[in-house]
């Protein structure tokens, strides 16, 4: 899967993961506020974690060295 891709999948997450706060945890505006802010932090931090391993993979910054005798 490409970049875009898994991105667009962490973001989709992020919403019904959103929907389902306001729908299950109906306590007042402030907590709603509160819950929808931790979910968006915490997709955010996910994805954020995702996409810089995944990068890093792409170019890494050691080159393993050969050995012609092997």
Known sequence: MGFLV???IF???GVIACFCSLICCNRG????LF?????TTATIC?????AIVYLAQM???IVPILNDSE
Do not use: E, F, G, R
């Open 35 to 39: 819950h929808l802010t931790l979910i």
């Open 6 to 8: 898994t991105s667009l």
């Open 29 to 32: 505006a402030s907590t709603n």
């Open 59 to 61: 170019k890494p910054l």
């Open 46 to 50: 996910c994805w954020m974690m995702w």
């Open 11 to 13: 973001a989709v997450i």
